[in-house]
């Protein structure tokens, strides 16, 4: 089968590999068709996640028909469409119970990192019952592969971490997939104002078409005095950092209003600094979070129903033959108008 095979920084090939088998009875085999790039792979691609092996199939989201069963699965069998999450979880050790499926002590982010992904042909699916959602055979499959990781990586370090409420005014930082994903589930708790802060004017201009009150052109360094011009000088209630830079980061720590709160979402390969001299007397929280995919369920009803317009996300159409192609495009996104690029196995 093809699959995207990663050779270290900057070196990735489309490449003939071997199918991928059952190994345990908890397992699925899913025939892929349809799955997209993340800004995780961006920062794979770095070298900013050094933990990936030489080899190593990438892809955490993805659609697909089962095509294999092994005998402990219970809830799906060969030709049922699913959606592919991100988060692998075993369901029974501490984590899980917890609610911490990230953390799961035998699963996490496992898929395009510890094991084989979904840009391929087919791919290995462990606790396929926990992993893997069931779509009605006609689901839109641009909207539901937004739900593998940026809709509930948005919702849940993003939105819910940050505790949006009604009235607030909050500023995200970052207009990337995830940063839009941010701002589409913010909506649902009705905040005044939403500032949307990037370098990427096209970027910006998507924020506007999904909601954004105001747009911030950070590429200037005058983020701070336009955020307060906007705000009447008070800053934000909370702000979302979706980027992954100490700069972007930065931002956040001179925005946020007294009493507010700052979530990180953005994945970091570099320390940051931490101005605890001007927050602590501001009863600034600040958190982190790596995304559990604990509310894809909820998230799935919401985009099948049109509650949720995901499908807007989507900027571009790849076959899996041009998939070094579509990595180029996201790259390049401010150049090439990108936010998600679509890739899809044309014979499913
Ligand atoms: N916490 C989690 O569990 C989790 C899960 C998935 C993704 N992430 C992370 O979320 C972040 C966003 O993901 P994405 O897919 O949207 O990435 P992306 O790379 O597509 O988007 C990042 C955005 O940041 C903007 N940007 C870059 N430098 C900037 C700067 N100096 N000032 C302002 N804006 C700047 C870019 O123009 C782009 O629009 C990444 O760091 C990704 O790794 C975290
Ligand atoms: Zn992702
Ligand atoms: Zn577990």
Redesign the pocket.
């Known amino acids: 089968m093809k699959a995207l095979v990663y050779h270290g920084p900057n070196k990735i090939s489309l490449e003939d590999t071997q199918m991928p088998e059952i190994i345990f009875t908890t397992d699925a085999i899913v025939k892929i068709s349809t799955t997209t790039i993340?800004?995780?792979d961006?920062?794979i691609l770095k070298g900013d996640v050094p933990t990936i092996e030489e080899g190593r199939i990438l892809g955490h989201e993805g659609i697909g028909i089962i095509e294999d069963v092994g005998k402990s699965v219970m809830e799906f069998k060969k030709g049922d469409k699913v959606l592919i999450s991100l988060i692998t979880s075993c369901g029974s050790c501490s984590f899980c119970k917890k609610g911490m499926y990230s953390h799961c002590k035998n699963g996490g982010w496992l898929l395009g990192n510890s094991i084989d992904g979904t840009q391929a042909e087919y791919v290995r699916i462990p606790f396929a019952d926990n992993g893997l959602y069931l779509l009605p055979p006609d689901a839109d499959e641009d909207a539901a592969v937004m739900l593998s990781?940026?809709l509930p990586?948005g919702f849940e370090?993003g939105t819910m971490k940050g505790e949006v409420r009604p009235g607030d005014t909050i500023a995200i930082?970052?207009?990337?997939?995830?940063?839009l994903a941010t701002l589409l589930t913010s909506k649902l708790f009705s905040p005044t104002k939403i500032i949307m802060?990037?370098?990427?004017d096209n970027?910006l201009e998507v924020a506007r078409s999904f909601g954004a009150t105001n747009t911030v052109n950070?590429a200037d360094g005058m983020a701070y005095e336009k955020v307060m011009q906007i705000t009447d000088n008070l800053g934000v209630d909370v702000v979302i950092e979706?980027?992954?830079?100490a700069?972007?980061f930065d931002i956040c720590q001179s925005i946020i209003a007294a009493g507010g709160n700052i979530a990180n979402?953005?994945?970091h390969g570099k320390p940051i600094s931490l101005r605890l001299e001007k927050l602590w007397s501001e009863n600034i929280t600040l958190t982190t979070?790596?995304?559990d995919a604990g509310t894809t369920a909820l998230l799935l009803k919401m985009v099948l129903s049109g509650k949720l317009d995901a499908k807007e996300l989507v900027s571009h159409h790849f076959d899996m033959n041009e998939i070094l192609q579509a990595y180029d495009t996201f790259k390049n996104?401010?150049h090439n108008h990108a936010v998600k690029v679509i890739i899809r196995n044309t014979d499913i």
């Open positions: 993340c800004g995780t961006l920062h990781c940026i990586t370090c930082v970052g207009a990337g997939p995830v940063g802060i990037d370098i990427d970027r950070s979706a980027v992954g830079l700069e972007t979402v953005g994945v979070r790596l995304v996104a401010a």
